[in-house]
């Protein structure tokens, strides 16, 4: 059974209005609806900029297609950190999306601000929970409090990717096992011996691509944003944190004067143009290289995140993505749902999916990850070790700001990306000279802000 709405838009939710939404409850396989249709239907689908979202898309519409003539759903690009606000617009205007591609930290503070709609009943018809691929659980997805508001859809980790042709250059060992010294050290020799040439890149910009790189450096020194042991005190200005923007201060050296204005795609630019030995990153920069510059990637590797020399942690920042459902004023609940379970089940379309953008979307099941059409993919085939890397090696360190450390959900993360409070910090390091301490306890006191603000969704 549906439960009860929870408090949304300072409107409740009853019963009725509940099954008036989203019909009758679904249980075990998933029933076609009954009704046609004579007007044509949109059913919006929101995902991240890529071609992955539209793939999904040509799926949902071959099940409307068989079995809801004048439904179609419509695939529209969004950047992430614009889910909160959009959806808040859309639902003021009784227009919401019927699903959302999005990863797990909003996908927690959405099911806490009770906007979303449950999704075990898809979770079960396509046998979510048996099908994922080793290491990840269906509740990393988005589940609150027990219930599951996310069904899995595809993940992306950020780890460390090395030219070798600079590495050999500068006489470095394979950084299989390197550390932060090893990193700090090789970026300082590549820099040294391609002048004019950058040993290493990171995003330091006001942006999301800082604060995930930044985050990951911070985990692995063995920091924390809020502790939710502690119900959410916020622990940003622990030595861990300190320790981990001093680090980053001492790598700039070795950087683009212009990292501190770089987003995503510059990171890309700097690495597949020849401009930088290394860099952190996802999947997407071996697959532009495939595209656009072979020689980079004959000789571009992947590796995981050079551990901490005292903690020995190589936290990834991961992209857990799921579709979410908002529950308020969406038509389209139970279509949406018999179409996304259909995709699901197809492992044709979930390879077809992960392909769009190889390998920076990886496989969520197992049926899709052993498939032929990954398997013997042309990238797979030229760089085994390193995909395995990207695809699976990577995951016993998969970590995001909404599950910190793997120590509890975090329903606050989103709040806190949306002010890009971990690279502002970082700016005010490197662009206005402040003081390390300084910068941080500038932003603990941010972080207690949120916290604060917010301390609703915590329960």
Known sequence: MLKKGKKTMRSKFSRRDVLALSGAALSGSLAAPAYAQTRERVARVWGEPGPYIGVFTNGLNEWAQRNAPGLRFESEQIAWDAVYTKLATDLA?????ALISVESPIAYQLAAEGLLEPMQDVNRAIRARERLVDGFSVDDFGTWKGTEYAVPLHHQGCLFVMQDDARQEAGLSEPTNWTWHDLLNGARAIQQRRQGGAGF???LGRNLCGDYHIQQLIWQAGGLTWDPSRRFETTFNSPATIEAYDFIKELFATMPRSAVEFS???VVDQHVTGRTGSSFYWGRTMGRAADEAKPIFDKMEYYLNPAHPRTGARWSWTDING????RQNNPFIKEAKEALAHVMNSTEWMVRYSASLFPNVG???KDQATAPGIQQHPMYQAKRRSVDVIFTGFVPHACNSGHEL????NPLAGIGHGRNVWSQVAQRILVNNENTRAAVEW???QFEDIRRENARLLG
């Open 93 to 97: 205007a009784r227009r919401p999306p």
């Open 201 to 203: 890149t990171m995003a």
């Open 264 to 266: 995503f795609l510059q």
């Open 323 to 326: 579709f979410i459902m908002p």
């Open 363 to 365: 496989p969520v099941f």
């Open 406 to 409: 793997k120590k509890g959900i």
């Open 443 to 445: 932003g603990h006191r």
